[in-house]
């Protein structure tokens, strides 16, 4: 399975970005996926995830309304738009595939937990300054 993220770079306060993840090697469209940020010390947070229809997300309380997770399943690739971007938002941007098949977890806690996720891109940056 290869996990290719893109899109990331330095921008000001209130710009925008969109990161893409690109899948192969799997049934893109079997699984849940989710974006996580990564700190300094390689903590996760979870930012946001969507069922593997597209039809269910949830957000972190930080972003929402501010970013916006989606896929499209026929380019296997999964995206996150990210608005009104502050330095808070700075870090590693992490892509990861559900541990299980066609599940979606409802607890917003749960389906943003690192442990529900088996494999992880190597992350794209994004960098929030003036």
């Known amino acids: 399975v290869q996990v290719s993220e893109s899109g990331g770079g330095l921008v000001p306060p209130g710009a925008s970005l969109r990161l893409s993840c690109k899948i192969s090697?799997?049934?893109?469209?079997?699984?849940?996926m989710a974006w996580f940020r990564q700190g300094p010390g390689n903590q996760r947070w979870g930012i946001a995830s969507?069922?593997?229809?597209?039809?269910?997300?949830h957000y972190a309380d930080s972003v929402k309304g501010r970013f916006t997770i989606s896929r499209d399943n026929a380019k296997n690739t999964l995206y996150l738009r990210m608005d009104k971007l502050t330095p808070d938002d700075t870090g590693l941007y992490v892509c990861?595939?559900?541990?299980?098949?066609?599940?979606?977890?409802?607890?917003?806690?749960?389906?943003?937990?690192?442990?529900?996720?088996?494999?992880w891109g190597q992350g794209t940056q994004v960098t929030v300054s003036s």
């Open positions: 990861a595939i559900d541990s299980d098949v066609r599940r979606w977890i409802m607890s917003r806690f749960e389906t943003l937990s690192e442990r529900n996720y088996a494999r």
């Open positions: 969507i069922s593997h229809n597209g039809g269910r997300m």
């Open positions: 090697g799997l049934t893109f469209d079997d699984y849940t």
